[in-house]
């Protein structure tokens, strides 16, 4: 199938045309699921396709995918003899994926089973005869269109979340190796979520706005409920507000720009009781500074749509004096989205010249330095305010969970670590005994895929670890002081030698000659937490996160296949096979 992308045609006049065809038919008078009309799933579907940025005549066939009828909705805009006149307003390519919707049995879609295209049943009391079988590239179209369907379609009755994030992530499977559709972003995010972690999430969210008189209980499950899916905009925008009455505008800024970058990236609202639009409006305003003749008060918004007229109908009054403007105030421009997509596909590139794996390596035009200001690193803030606590579960695990060190560089003394997260597998049993560390660590975006690391690290008095290089550029480190004795006893990076202090952090590009010492007679214990490079565009991030996650995903499936292969063999064949480790 061919159709250029629609920003490679700046504005689109035919679904202008098709939406008053749509009107002129009555699509604004036939009901459709939660009390809306045909007319308002169309576009809301369209606006979807398009915001995943699919070619125009997917987006075209969003626009009269159901006019039709389907196996689930029996209403019917138009008759199949209409067909000729869908084909004049839409195409016939939109004309002919919108038939494909309404004939196709989506339980063998969903299934994959695209063998059974050759018989296409019909669905019209006209012989579906003459109708050409299904290509893989239409079938392909009818799964995107039925992932935007369901997205668009899916809310509770008040409009609040519904279950949909892992049934679309399922469909997208289907599309792997597509040659016609390309995968919207937020899938790769995806990869590893299950339906405990989209029930979490909602539950999460749910409670969070249930204790709206307890801005720091409502924080705590917001902060939950953004970790567990890493792809939902609203808690964000919750942190965001919450962040903003608290005085603290970095993070609200930094919030505010994760759930903008969220919400463009998954297309749609998520919390349906605002739409796309407004939502994406609040993200804005909460981005920049409150005005300081209205005050907000953290308790005083208990819903979407009553934080929407606290903060961005408040804002439009503040700047503009007049209650009916409405306008998107855009935070600060992000990096440019498709040259991320370049630079990240150069990386990938390499793995095809040589034996590196995705979490080693150098990322093409990455411009690096030794040493770089934390307050630009929001975890920083959290871990800084959050020390005492920290501390006292750092030092609370004793000595158990360490081991040694098991890197290959050089060293003298003793150097010990504890896992919180080691090369993309959480360690369940640390995490449970260090809640606080760990809800930073997983609200905040700390490199938790198979680059990077989350530990406790210790060093005992007397110990040297001479000087090497981190294998990759991708990410920098963040050493927080839990214990520093005093005296020799510090780091170099590059050609500056900086001390740790307790409850302050230091971070750093591991990927630059480092080494470290303690000559006291002390230990010296420290939290390190591997971030993503600054450099990075959110784009890059995404995917580099959803390549990370297969590698990860595909070792493990690997080592379980050696690991059968050997059993079977009963030791027959010599040693054990291992793959690289992974996590």
């Known amino acids: 199938m061919s159709g250029s992308k629609a920003g490679d045609s700046g504005r689109d006049p035919r679904a202008g045309e098709i939406i ?49 009828g389907t196996d689930v909705y029996a209403r019917r805009l138009l008759p199949l003899s209409r067909r000729e006149d869908v084909v004049r307003v839409a195409g016939d390519q939109a004309e002919r994926l919108a038939y494909l919707f309404c004939a196709t049995p989506r339980d063998l879609l969903f299934a994959g089973t695209h063998v059974w295209a050759r018989d296409l049943p019909g669905v019209s009391d006209r012989d579906a005869h003459d109708q050409p079988a299904a290509t893989r590239a239409e079938l392909d179209a009818l799964v ?22 892992t049934d679309v992530r399922e469909l997208a499977e289907l599309l792997i190796g597509s040659d016609a559709v390309t995968l919207p972003l937020f899938v790769a995010e995806l990869a590893a979520f299950s339906e405990d972690d989209e029930a979490l999430t909602r539950r999460a969210y749910r409670d969070g706005m249930a204790r709206a008189d307890d801005p720091g209980a ?16 609203e808690p964000c925008i919750w942190q965001a507000y919450l962040s903003r009455c608290r005085g603290g505008m970095s993070m609200a800024r930094w919030w505010a720009r994760c759930a903008r970058r969220r919400l ?11 739409s796309f639009d407004e939502w994406l409006e609040l993200a804005g305003v909460l981005a920049q500074p409150p005005d300081r003749r209205s005050p907000e008060s953290a308790g005083a918004s208990a819903s979407p749509r009553a934080l929407y007229e606290t903060v961005a109908r ?25 040259a991320g997509r370049r630079r990240f596909h150069r990386y990938v590139d390499t793995f095809a010249h040589g034996d590196d794996l995705p979490l080693r390596g150098v990322y093409p035009q990455l411009d690096g330095q030794p040493w770089y200001d934390p307050s630009e690193f929001p975890l920083v803030s959290y871990l800084e305010s959050h020390y005492d606590a920290i501390r006292d579960e750092i030092l609370g695990l004793g000595s158990l969970p360490f081991h040694r060190e098991s890197e290959r560089i050089k060293r003298s003394g003793e150097w010990d670590v504890a896992f919180l997260y080691e090369r993309g597998r959480r360690r369940d049993a640390m995490c449970d005994a260090c809640p606080v560390t760990t809800r930073g660590i997983e609200s905040y975006p700390a ?10 690290s210790r060093m005992r008095g007397g110990t040297h670890i001479e000087a090497h290089r981190g294998p990759t550029n991708l990410r920098v480190r963040c050493h927080l002081g839990i214990q520093v004795p005093e ?17 302050q952090c230091l971070v750093f590009d591991d990927h630059f000659e480092h080494e470290a010492w303690n000559h006291t007679d002390e230990d010296r214990i420290v939290l390190i937490v591997d971030m993503w490079h600054p450099g990075l565009s959110p784009t890059e991030v995404r995917l580099l996160e959803g ?5 990860y995903a595909y070792a493990r499936q690997l080592s379980k296949y050696w690991s059968s292969n050997a059993a079977a063999a009963g030791g027959r064949g010599g040693g054990k096979p291992r793959p690289q480790a992974l996590g």
């Open 218 to 233: 409502m924080a705590n499950l917001m902060a939950l409920a953004a970790a567990a899916c890493p792809v939902v905009p």
């Open 20 to 68: 008053s065809f749509l009107r002129s038919h009555g699509a604004e008078r036939l009901g459709h699921a939660g009390g809306r009309t045909l007319l308002d799933h169309l576009v809301g579907t369209y606006e979807i396709v398009r915001r995943w940025e699919q070619p125009l005549v997917f987006q075209h066939a969003a626009l009269v995918h159901s006019v039709y």
């Open 144 to 165: 995107l269109l039925h992932m935007a369907n369901r997205a668009e379609q899916a809310r509770a009755e008040d409009g609040s979340p519904a279950p949909w994030l």
């Open 447 to 456: 490199m938790r895929t198979v680059a990077g690391l989350i530990y406790a």
């Open 487 to 503: 005296g020799d006893c510090g780091i170099r990076v590059a050609d500056e030698t900086r001390q740790w202090r307790e409850g």
């Open 547 to 551: 390549l990370h996650r297969y590698a």
């Open 314 to 338: 408040g804002h439009v009054d503040a700047v503009s004096g007049r209650d009916s403007s409405r306008s998107t105030t855009q935070p600060t421009a992000l990096p440019d989205a498709a």
């Open 264 to 274: 463009l990236t998954l297309g749609t609202a998520w919390d349906k009781r605002l």
